[in-house]
């Protein structure tokens, strides 16, 4: 099946300190990523659609100067929280839809903000 | 938009028994139906999909049923182990859309 990875697995910084995650597509061109968000115990939270070439769509109520989106080619984009508060702490998981429309995960990233 | 209610939230089953997972979606015009399982700490596999040409889909221990009318679709997994215990997502898209809009989860326990 499809690969995404995504770097780095878990993260700790300072507060007001900017982190950026990336997701990429290994064996297969993604023109659309997603990026959720995941509080422990609960479900898979939509936070934008990434598509290439073009601005990021963001769902309601999710900042797009807080959480920059990047999608520069088609196996790579990036989620760069800034300004990170200890709210932003969570499980960061993006990913990529191929051509039949599958989206598959990529491994997530656990954000600690202290 | 498309909301996707998701049942039961917990499901024990012995190792053996049958497991059925249900879900109901609001949108009548979502026509891509996958189920992710999310085992602790791990990203969400994809375990099988199905699209609103078909209303079965069986992938050994694993079957999807659709019921476009009544817009639910069902996971049912036979003969369970314990390694099938993990957290299972059901979700719902407009393929156009391409976003997929996730169940809340049911957690699988299957005792030995």
């Known amino acids: 099946g499809a690969v995404v990875s995504q770097h780095p697995s878990w993260v700790i910084c300072k507060s007001g300190t900017s982190v950026k995650i990336e997701c990429r597509s290994l064996?297969?061109?993604?023109?659309?990523m997603f990026w959720y968000r995941q509080f422990p115990k609960q479900s898979l939270m939509l936070m934008a659609t990434?598509?290439?070439?073009?601005?990021?769509?963001?769902e309601q109520g999710v900042e797009k100067d807080k959480f920059l989106i990047n999608h520069a080619s088609l196996t790579l984009s990036t989620l760069t929280v800034t300004s990170a508060h200890p709210e932003d702490s969570s499980f960061y998981i993006c990913?990529?839809?191929?051509?039949?429309?599958?989206?598959?995960f990529g491994p997530g990233t656990r954000l600690l903000v202290l | 938009g498309e909301n996707v209610e998701q049942h039961p939230s917990t499901l024990s089953v012995q190792e053996g028994d049958s497991a059925v997972i249900k879900c109901t979606y609001s949108?009548?015009?979502?026509?891509?139906f996958p189920w992710y399982k999310q085992e602790l700490g791990k990203r969400p596999q994809l375990i099988i999909d199905?699209?609103?040409?078909?209303g079965e889909k069986k992938d050994q221990r694993i079957a999807v049923t659709l019921n476009k009318t009544a817009k639910h679709f069902s996971l049912h997994i036979t003969e369970t182990q314990p390694e099938d215990s993990a957290v299972y997502f059901c979700?719902?898209?407009?393929?156009?859309?391409?976003?997929?809009?996730f169940g809340t989860g049911t957690r699988l326990l299957v005792s030995p």
């Open positions: 990913s990529a839809r191929d051509l039949r429309e599958t989206q598959y």
């Open positions: 064996d297969f061109q993604a023109t659309t």
């Open positions: 990434s598509n290439e070439g073009s601005k990021a769509t963001y």
């Open positions: 949108d009548s015009a979502s026509n891509y």
């Open positions: 199905i699209r609103s040409n078909v």
């Open positions: 979700a719902a898209s407009r393929v156009s859309f391409q976003k997929l809009v």
